[in-house]
């Protein structure tokens, strides 16, 4: 998050003593990242946060890949992705590649018996079905539909849910999640041609801190493996932190579309920014308005980024045969565009009421076991007459 944050009780000056009401100390953990030159949050614990007791399990959650080198556009029936209890076994990857996982997951549980911590990867969450909360060792969140929640590698999590009808798009990314560089000052502050600001942004305002003892499961994943370590305190005892990084919240309604006299390119979408992969969101929004304008995007050849579309809702107006929770794949190196007459379709069209979710990757995906079970094999053919 590139702004500061401050949450419940820290001493007036950083790296000194700081003691509870009974005389003894606070333990306080600076957690950076990139080394020391990214982002850091001070926090301050009931209990010290290196008191591992066991390591019971180590196995491997790697995705089984079905097409390393994929040149076919596909469809993928996300909400065929089976509802199962446990969060983490619900996460079902279907694309892949070494910079990101792209992940559809239907969780019926909230996560109870342990807590989470993805030592590899900045976690986006986008809810699209579902409300509950983040629960972390930095604060909560509440979520509700339309939520992207960003967890930074390293913190430890859990989710609740008030439902057991959930439908969750992640992105798990080996390269750091920013906000667009470009939308903010040389203090990183966002801009006014940003087309969201600070105060969309949804900082923790609640701290929950346990001071306890006994046998606290973390399930922490490292380089594709889950290892379970049992930790002899609780993971939420911060009494307080103050710093950059800590997880947060954004509404993709709170997205304010640009728009133009002619078709827009999909960066004016961009939401966020790795060196690695975009995020952008389509969000309802006025058409163009020249008065020869074509309101569907033309064919276009992203010949060096593959193109995921996740649908959210709306009628998607470029494309056939597209329902909600549906991924469309465009795998770089051949053109995609609208579908026959959706060109012709649009011309006039004053408005959309599309919602959905795109990540552009600048390295191929390779497609997923998972993804086969839920794919379209005869979506590249969609384009003919
Ligand atoms: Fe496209």
Not at 23 to 44: A, K, P, R, V, W
Not at 218 to 247: E, L, T, W
Not at 299 to 316: A, C, P, Q, R, T
Not at 355 to 374: R, S, W, Y
Request: charged share 25%; aromatic share 14%.
């Amino acid at each position: 998050m590139p702004f500061y944050h401050k949450l419940g009780k820290i001493p007036p000056k950083r790296h000194t003593q700081f003691k509870k009401p009974d005389g003894t100390f606070y333990y306080e953990q600076l957690f950076g990242t990139i080394g020391f030159d990214g982002m850091s949050t001070n926090s301050y614990h009931e209990q010290r946060p290196t008191q591992v007791k066991d390591i019971k399990r180590q196995y491997s959650v790697a995705p089984k890949v079905a097409k390393a080198n994929n040149m076919q556009s596909y469809r993928l029936h996300g909400f065929k992705v089976k509802p199962e209890n446990d969060y983490l076994e619900s996460r079902k990857i279907v694309l892949t590649n070494s910079d990101c996982n792209i992940i559809l997951a239907a969780p019926k549980e909230s996560t109870r018996d342990y807590f989470y911590k993805n030592t590899d990867a900045d976690e986006l969450i986008f809810i699209h079905k579902g409300t509950g909360k983040l629960r972390t060792m930095l604060g909560n969140l509440d979520f509700k539909y339309g939520d992207y929640l960003l967890v930074p590698r390293g913190i430890i999590y859990k989710l609740d849910f008030d439902t057991e009808d959930n439908r969750l798009f992640i992105v798990e990314s080996y390269r750091p999640i920013y906000t667009p560089k470009r939308y903010r000052n040389w203090f990183g502050q966002l801009l006014e041609h940003s087309p969201f600001c600070e105060r969309d942004l949804r900082q923790p305002q609640e701290l929950e801190t346990y001071n306890e003892s006994g046998d606290f499961l973390i399930k922490i994943k490292k380089q594709d493996d889950i290892f379970d370590m049992v930790y002899a305190s609780h993971p939420f005892d911060v009494v307080g932190y103050d710093g950059y990084n800590y997880p947060y919240a954004f509404s993709i309604h709170d997205f304010e579309p640009i728009t133009g006299r002619v078709h827009q390119p999909p960066p004016v979408h961009q939401t966020f920014e790795t060196d690695a992969f975009v995020v952008c969101s389509f969000v309802p929004r006025l058409y163009d308005y020249h008065p020869l304008a074509v309101p569907a995007p033309y064919n276009h050849s992203n010949i060096d980024s593959d193109e995921v579309l996740y649908y959210v809702d709306g009628d998607f107006m470029s494309r056939n045969d597209i329902d909600a929770g549906h991924i469309s794949l465009h795998p770089a190196g051949i053109p995609h565009g609208p579908h026959p007459g959706a060109m012709e379709r649009s011309i006039g069209k004053v408005k959309t009421d599309e919602l959905a979710v795109m990540v552009d990757t600048f390295k191929p995906l390779k497609v997923t076991e998972e993804a086969m079970k839920i794919a379209d094999e005869d979506y590249f053919k969609s384009w003919l007459e």
